[in-house]
């Protein structure tokens, strides 16, 4: 294996031969092999890439913490920036059916973008992925109280969650892929939420377009955990134009309804015959402004999918994502529970994000993995509570593609 290691204006360079990392590769889909081949071969054919991550300044958090940009590059071309604030997918580039090469997912250019105003764009979000009713929960008796930053309810994480941290941050080179570790202590009490929580994210690319996401986390106290990744995904091309025309999957017969306030009921309701109903590939914008009361309390889809497992346990397909006039194509797999699909509702075009562009309503949709939201206070739900000597571990992969 060849192993370059070379300072290049503050930047490290760590690259290996194309052969030793084919060999062994991480695949959660033997089916998108073939989405896959076209796109390596697209590529190929403009540019010969070696896998590599690059290490490079990006500026300094408020708190004069340095930042850094992990880029990760696979051999057919698929190229993702990482953050170390916020553990942030700052872009991601990815052919299209022709080969065309674009950034999926929208951002900033500059740190400044994600320290102004940033709703959670590609970050990671912590403790708390989603909401906590009132800010409020109760774990072996005692009441903690959390910021109520999205009122009246507490939101990702609160005021300063997972998404505005520096981590630690470490490139990685492993038989999977190339990759960036990160690594983040939050002190006891930090945000309300109890114990020091050790948490460690690593994202893996590796050469069959895959960006392997693993979670990990350890407690001196019991705490509610719910980890997840924020990005927000336009697969014609970041600004381009609204998210209405990507035709989606998603294995569920069930969401989790939400009150007006977007705090889970604590019931299941059935997707057959409503809007909700993803489990054949349909436009987003098919039904999204359908007379449904849970899309008036959206303002479109913000709800939590319940996906279908059968007896399986470990990754399975949390959704399936095809942009027609690129071919470009996501699938999501995880070990979680639900997969919140959100329809950037939110956005409203005061965000100018990368190369100026303008981000409208609907122009970003994420699928953010996890378990549910306000778990801390619905015992009908599955446990979101880690206590001391157990280990946090969820991973969730993201799968690019293009079909004809
Ligand atoms: C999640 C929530 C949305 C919204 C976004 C961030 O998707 O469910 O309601 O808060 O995060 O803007």
New binding site residues.
Partial sequence: MIVARRPLRGAFLFASSLAALACSRTSADANAKADSTKVAAAAAASTVHADSVWRAPFGTAPDGTPVEVFTLTNKNGVETRILSYGGIIQSLKTPDRSGNVDDVVLGFDDLAGYVKSS??FGAIVGRYG?RIARGRFTLDGKTYTLAIN?PPNS??GGVKGFDKVVWHAEPFKSDSGVGVVLTHTSPDGDEGFPGTLNAKVSYTLDDSNQIVIHYEATTDKATPVNLTN?TYWNLAGDGKRDILGHVLAIPASAIIPVDST?IPTGEMMKVAGTPFDFREPTPIGARIDSNHIQLKYGRGY?HTWVIDRADQTGLVRAAHLQEPTTGRTLDIYTTEPGV?F?TGN?LDGSVVGKSGHVYKYRYGL?L?THHFPDSPNQPKFPSVILRPGQVYKTTTVFKLGAVH
């Fill in positions: 709703p959670y989603n999205n939101l990702h924020h977007l913000d919140q959100y939110f994420a953010e």
